[in-house]
Nanobody
Framework: QMQLVESGGGWVQAGDSLRLSCAAS????????MGWFRQAPGKERESVAT????????DYADSVKGRFTISRDNAKNTVYLQMNSLKPEDTAVYYC?????????????????WGQGTQVTVSS
């Protein structure tokens, strides 16, 4: 089965950048649509970004569009989330997830495999 491990979270100031990484196990990484989600304390889980199996297509939540970029390196079994111009409202635990659907989707219900999360804290 797919196992996902996020890394790269940290504590930064507003306007700073972070790059999150998600390392996946197995030999079938390229068969999965990948996504990033986040959850702030007391709030519902929120979709962030999704990327197609070959990395050719991506979609973003409106709240991060223009600031965040999702990418993947199938040779390294890794998906990334480059986060620029971070805002305090970006503070959350960020989760990497894998989906068997062919078309990239921001629906969290479509994702069967989830990482443990990595904390991102943005101070003003």
């Amino acid at each position: 089965q797919m196992q996902l491990v996020e890394s790269g979270g940290g504590w930064v100031q507003a306007g700073d950048s972070l790059r999150l990484s998600c390392a996946a196990s197995g030999r079938t990484f390229s068969s999965y649509t990948m996504g990033w989600f986040r959850q702030a304390p007391g709030k519902e889980r929120e979709s962030v970004a999704t990327i197609s199996r070959n990395g050719g297509s991506a979609d973003y939540a409106d709240s991060v569009k223009g600031r965040f970029t999702i990418s993947r390196d199938n040779a390294k079994n890794t998906v990334y989330l480059q986060m620029n111009s971070l805002k305090p409202e970006d503070t959350a635990v960020y989760y990497c997830a894998a989906s068997g659907v062919v078309v990239p989707t921001l629906r969290d219900r479509a994702y069967a495999y989830w990482g443990q999360g990595t904390q991102v804290t943005v101070s003003s």
